[in-house]
T-cell receptor, first 115, second 115 residues
Framework: AQSVAQPEDQVNVAEGNPLTVKCTYSVSGNPYLFWYVQYPNRGLQFLLKYITGDNLVKGSYGFEAEFNKSQTSFHLKKPSALVSDSALYFCAVGGGQAAGNKLTFGGGTRVLVKP | EAGVTQSPTHLIKTRGQQATLRCSPISGHTSVYWYQQALGLGLQFLLWYDEGEERNRGNFPPRFSGRQFPNYSSELNVNALELEDSALYLC??????????????FGNGTRLTVT
């Protein structure tokens, strides 16, 4: 079975400050890890993914995430947050086609960036 | 490029009725995924269709069913509606039956309300 935990329901940060959204996962075998963002009344948008390779993954809108195998974590980061980054962020894990292409999502973390 | 489109945007049904939700994937995408986003429960995987076949199913009762048409569009049917079926239903598509190398593209969802 695969699972994802996002320990913070909400993260508040001032504009211009660094932003971190935490994610830990559990999966059999090699993990496929993703971050998605959901703006109000919209579907999810893909931000970035880790499949293999470099532990630091760069994605859309200046976001990056660091894969840490020993800590089974995949935290999302942005060096300088913008008010427009305020949204709901989802971490997801999958186990490949052997797992039936199923992505398991965390409960989401709401990010509020204040001016 | 047109994104994933879902209809209707909102759907109000009474308990015991049937609901039909529709999804058109991005042109060229053969895989369609359905997720339920209920309040406080995050995203729950419902179904995966690829090339017209159901490939994987989440932990939902049989009254949740669907199909994929030859043009790769998809329907989600929910029979014998219950109050707890009220949720945002998200459809996603990917380029091929591999959601890891071809990340999911989500529609804006259908908000189903059961009264």
């Amino acid at each position: 079975a695969q699972s994802v935990a996002q320990p913070e329901d909400q993260v508040n940060v001032a504009e211009g400050n660094p932003l971190t959204v935490k994610c830990t996962y559990s999966v059999s075998g090699n993990p496929y890890l993703f971050w998605y963002v959901q703006y109000p009344n919209r579907g999810l948008q893909f931000l970035l993914k880790y499949i293999t390779g470099d532990n630091l993954v760069k994605g859309s809108y200046g976001f990056e995430a660091e894969f840490n195998k020993s800590q089974t974590s995949f935290h999302l980061k942005k060096p300088s947050a913008l008010v427009s980054d305020s949204a709901l962020y989802f971490c997801a894990v999958g186990g490949g086609q052997a797992a039936g292409n199923k992505l398991t999502f965390g409960g989401g973390t709401r990010v509020l960036v204040k001016p | 490029e047109a994104g994933v489109t879902q209809s209707p945007t909102h759907l109000i049904k009474t308990r015991g009725q049937q609901a039909t939700l529709r999804c058109s994937p991005i042109s060229g995408h053969t895989s369609v995924y359905w997720y339920q986003q209920a309040l406080g429960l995050g995203l729950q995987f419902l179904l995966w269709y690829d090339e017209g076949e159901e490939r994987n199913r989440g932990n939902f009762p049989p009254r949740f069913s669907g199909r994929q048409f030859p043009n790769y569009s998809s329907e989600l049917n929910v029979n014998a509606l219950e109050l707890e079926d009220s949720a945002l239903y998200l459809c996603a598509s990917s380029l091929r039956g591999d959601s890891y190398n071809s990340p999911l593209h989500f529609g804006n969802g259908t908000r189903l309300t059961v009264t």
